[in-house]
Structures are given as structure tokens and as C-alpha cells.
């Protein structure tokens, strides 16, 4: 039998770095590569494809409908769910490929929505990837209770992480059918998008580029295509199309609020939350250009029309091979700002409500994940290297003053400075712009340890107690108490609902209040989710970010 801890650790273990899982599993590698084939076997044994319903012998109290079609979903004790329902008009396969998504048109007929569609193209290294394949891929899942509400039901649609390369809906993780059973006072919606070099690959500077003018941000487009397609269906589902609440982690979380930056897109949703996640998770134009350069180059491609050429898995090979960490939303000035940062100081999202925040121990998760402290701290001496060759000296001398400072073993530096560079700095900047712009974020800090040895409380430790998974304890290492979870989720539910995560004692399940303040430029207060004392804190008191040695960082974008 397949060991759960593998599989939650190969689920998990890219939701940042595309170079965990490869440089992890190079110890053992035969049996590595026999429980791969266990839980490739394992996921694929859910695969379906969703078929026309041509006669009227389904049940009707199943089926929804929507612009593009009458969906036909599957009743799990009281939530329905619907999977592969396609939120484009047509699939970015052919031609099409590196185009902008495709608005749906009106559909007369009948379809299953029973089974999840492929994964987009990604190297195989977690449990979506093992999922079959394909760039046919623009897709969304959606979790409802049965019951008929009285009045429309709050959205909260999921994008998942991965680096902007890995991931999917079918990762058992993001089945909100727990959730949903639990609070049945929402609808759950997951999104689909490209990925990696399909998704956010810069070509417009090439001979016949100027054809391909979204390339760079293809996946966000993707997104923001679901959530029109939600805007427009949901209400059919019994959800509120004025009351929708965008939600990621990791890259899913740079995902939202990036996504809250794009001008036109506030129609489509009110409130984000991002689990460690910002907008600083991102390139530049030039960044883009020379990491296309450099994959044109290894391909031994001149034009698009020479990649139009080369099938999708030699693509992504290729990529993850000479573009690691390297593919992500481009801040091109067209869809996204050029600095995000001033974007949100200067009020563009202040009619946005977030609730975001980070983990105690951001960068432990990649520590344990890239095999322990000697391969981790190679990996993570170049990147501190590459980080910090922008900086002035009088800037390199303070982060090597705050290194300096942080006691334990040697790798404990670098997992103290790259938490602060690409998590901490951003989202404490995050907090501070909204709020001086006039716009609310309710900030927290998740400080639940594992019980796996190093983890600490590393990056994606919230995950399985939000989503109500506690077997799935691959970098937990076990369930985290019933109460402080049931308690996360209900405030989350509760923010989705209201805008503010506050609950009172008749809604805890503890039967105490919790207050959640809004972040403010005095105090700088935080709710801190210790697992047996859910309380707010100033931030002085915790020291999230270091205002004078990393606050700076976040002029260092990306991973």
C-alpha cells in the first residue's frame, strides 16, 4: 500500500520550488521510482471523460443550468459536485496555443460533469502531474449543498499553487467536499489554468511575436476567464455573483492578488485570501525575455512558429531543465503593473478586502523537502547570491547583519532570510500599502508546528486543517487539533460571508469570541493562529518582518 505521507509529501512538495522533488528523490531511486508508478496507478484510476447526455433519463435535481450547457453533477451525501465543466469556448490546443482565452457561446445541450479534467502540462513530480495530461485543460469543479438556499450562497473559488508550474484540481488536497458538508453556507469553486511555459512564457519580442501579445500572463487570463464564467453561472448553483471571495496559496495566493490588480476585474469578486502568496511572486519584462532567449536557444528554435512545432511534454521538459523557478506572471505594464507595490499604495485595490498572511517557518518546507540541511543550503546560498546582487552595499551589509543574528545550525540563516525575502517582507508591505491607501486587510501569522522532524511550521501547513484533510498528514506529520481547525475554517467561512472573519462565541466552536482586527499603521495587529490560542498580537511582539534589515526586500521579486 501506497504510504499517505508520500503521496501528501509528492502533493505538496513544489508548491513553491521546482527543484525539491528532483533533488529529494535521487536517494533510492528505484524505490522512488516503484511508489511513483503506485500512485500514478492510484490517481489515474479516477479518470473519466464527461460525455453528452443525449436522452432525459438523468436526474434533474442534478443538473445545472449554465450559458455553455446543462451540467449534470453527482450527489455525495448532501453535496453536489461538479467536475470538468469547461469555462472557455474553445481549448487552447492548435493554434490556439499561447492565445488568449476563448469567451464560451450559448449551448443547448446536456453534459456529465462527473469526472475531472486533465491536468495542464507539467513534469511529473506531484500528484496532479501523475493525473493524465493534456493542454485541453480549461476547466473548473464546483462544490454545492444539496439543499435549495433562501437566498444566494457566498462564492469562494480556489486557484491552487505550484510555482506557476505544477498543480492541479484533481489533488485529492483541493476536494472541497469535507469542507462544504461542514459549511454548507457556501459554494466552492476550483480553477484550472495554463502553466509554466504555456502559461507564462514571454514571445512577443521574437520574428512573429507580435501575434502572441498575451503569452506572458496566459494563465492569469485563464483565471480571470473562470471567474467571468463564474460571475455569470453561479447564481444557477445557488451562489451570489455579487458576493465572491478569490482564494489561493503559494503561487495561488501571488495568483489573487495579482489577479486583484488587473484593471476590470474587481467585477468579478470582492475579497481575496492569500495563503502565502503575494505580488511580488512575479518577473519582469527583461527577466522574461532572456529566460525565453535561453529556452529558444536550448530548443534550437528561432520563431514561435518553429515552438508551434514542438509537442507540450518536450516543451516542459525543456523549461523545467534551463527555467527553473524562472516562469511566472510578468509585470509588463499591460495586464499587470509594472511595481505592484505602488499599484496598492496608490488605492488599486482598496475597495478589495484581504485576509492574508504567512507561516512561522516559510522556507522549512523546502529544507526537508530538497532532502535536508546540505542540498537545501546549496540551493540556497546561489539563491541568496542571485537575490542580493541588485542591492546596494549598504543593503547587502544589513542582510548579512540580520543572517549574522540568527542562531542554530547553518542552514537556519538562509531559511530565516529567503522566508523574509519571498513571504514575511511582502506580506506585512502587502498590509501596510492597503491600508495606507484606505483599503482593509486582515493579516494573520500560522505558527502550528509539524510533527516531522525540521518542518516546523513550514509553507503549506494550513492547508490540510482548512480543507478539512487531517488524514492527508504528509508534512503535518499528524492531525492538528479538531477545534483550532474547525475554529480556522469557520472564520474563513465567516470572512467569505461578511468580509470580516470575526466570530462570535454562539459561532465558535470553542464558544469564545474571536476578534479579528484590521491591520492598522499603529499597532500593526495580527491574528496569531497558535494551535490552542487563537488570539491578535502588534507585530512587534512576534517580529514577523525585520523593518530595518528585510522590509527592503521586497524590491526582490520572484521566487
Not at 436522452?55 to 467536475?83: E, H, P
Request: aromatic residues 10%; hydrophobic residues 40%.
Amino acid at each position: 500500500m501506497v504510504n499517505k505521507n508520500k503521496i501528501w509529501m509528492l502533493a505538496t512538495i513544489l508548491a513553491c520550488a521546482t527543484i525539491v522533488v528532483a533533488t529529494g528523490c535521487k536517494n533510492n531511486k528505484s524505490a522512488e521510482e516503484m511508489e511513483v508508478s503506485e500512485i500514478k496507478e492510484k490517481v489515474r484510476a479516477f479518470y473519466g471523460e464527461n460525455k453528452e447526455i443525449t436522452d432525459s433519463t438523468y436526474d434533474q435535481s442534478l443538473a445545472v443550468k449554465c450559458v455553455n450547457g446543462t451540467f449534470v453533477g453527482k450527489l455525495v451525501d448532501s453535496t453536489i459536485v461538479f467536475r470538468g465543466i469547461p469555462y472557455v469556448g474553445k481549448q487552447p490546443v492548435g493554434e490556439l496555443r499561447w492565445k488568449a482565452p476563448i469567451d464560451v457561446v450559448p449551448d443547448s445541450g446536456v453534459y456529465e460533469a462527473y469526472y475531472n479534467a486533465k491536468s495542464a502540462p507539467q513534469p511529473e513530480v506531484e500528484v496532479s502531474s501523475f493525473y493524465y495530461q493534456d493542454e485541453n485543460c480549461l476547466y473548473l469543479n464546483v462544490w454545492k449543498p444539496i439543499q435549495k438556499p433562501e437566498e444566494k450562497k457566498p462564492v469562494i473559488v480556489w486557484i491552487h499553487g505550484g510555482a506557476y508550474a505544477y498543480g492541479g484540481t484533481v489533488d485529492p488536497l483541493y476536494d472541497f467536499h469535507n469542507f462544504v458538508e461542514e459549511n454548507p453556507d457556501v459554494i466552492i469553486v476550483s480553477v484550472a489554468y495554463r502553466l509554466g511555459v504555456l502559461g507564462f512564457l514571454h514571445l512577443s519580442h521574437l520574428p512573429d511575436g507580435k501575434d502572441y501579445p498575451d503569452a506572458q500572463n496566459l494563465g492569469l487570463m485563464d483565471q480571470l476567464q473562470a471567474l467571468k464564467w463564474v460571475h455569470e453561472n453561479i447564481a444557477a448553483f445557488g451562489g451570489d455573483p455579487g458576493n465572491v471571495t478569490i482564494m489561493g496559496e503559494s503561487a495561488g495566493g501571488g495568483s489573487v492578488t495579482s489577479l486583484s490588480l488587473i484593471n476590470g476585474s474587481h467585477q468579478y469578486f470582492n475579497k481575496v485570501i492569500a495563503l502565502s502568496g503575494n505580488p511580488g511572486l512575479s518577473t519582469s519584462t527583461e527577466a522574461a525575455i532572456a529566460a525565453t532567449n535561453e529556452l529558444m536557444e536550448a530548443l534550437d528554435c528561432k520563431t514561435v512558429a518553429d515552438l508551434q512545432k514542438v509537442d507540450a511534454q518536450t516543451l516542459v521538459a525543456a523549461a523545467t531543465e534551463v527555467l527553473p523557478l524562472r516562469l511566472a506572471p510578468e509585470r509588463d505594464g499591460r495586464l499587470l503593473p509594472l511595481n505592484p507595490w505602488q499599484a496598492v499604495a496608490d488605492g488599486a485595490v482598496k475597495d478589495i478586502t484581504y485576509l492574508h498572511g504567512v507561516n512561522k517557518d516559510e522556507m522549512n518546507f523546502f529544507l526537508v523537502g530538497m532532502g535536508g540541511p546540505e542540498p537545501f543550503t546549496e540551493w540556497a546560498a546561489a539563491r541568496k547570491e542571485m537575490k542580493l546582487g541588485s542591492l546596494t552595499d549598504q543593503e547587502k551589509a544589513l542582510v548579512e547583519s540580520f543572517c549574522k543574528d540568527v542562531e542554530g545550525e547553518d542552514y537556519e540563516p538562509y531559511c530565516k532570510l529567503l522566508s523574509q525575502l519571498m513571504f514575511n517582507a511582502p506580506c506585512i508591505r502587502l498590509s501596510e500599502e492597503q491600508t495606507k491607501a484606505g483599503g482593509k486587510s486582515f493579516t494573520y501569522y500560522f505558527t502550528v508546528e509539524s510533527a516531522l522532524p525540521l518542518m516546523k511550521c513550514g509553507h503549506g501547513m494550513a492547508l490540510a486543517p482548512l480543507f478539512k484533510h487531517p488524514e492527508l498528514d504528509g508534512d503535518t506529520g499528524r492531525p492538528f487539533d479538531e477545534t483550532f481547525s474547525k475554529t480556522m475554517r469557520k472564520m474563513w467561512v465567516q470572512f467569505a460571508m461578511t468580509g470580516n472573519p470575526s466570530i462570535s462565541a454562539d459561532l465558535s466552536p470553542d464558544g469564545k469570541a474571536k476578534e479579528w482586527p484590521l491591520y492598522d499603521l499603529k499597532d500593526k495587529q495580527v491574528m496569531v493562529f497558535d494551535e490552542f490560542n487563537i488570539h491578535p498580537e502588534k507585530e512587534s511582539q512576534r517580529k514577523i518582518v525585520d523593518w530595518q534589515r528585510s522590509y527592503f526586500l521586497t524590491k526582490c521579486y520572484g521566487f
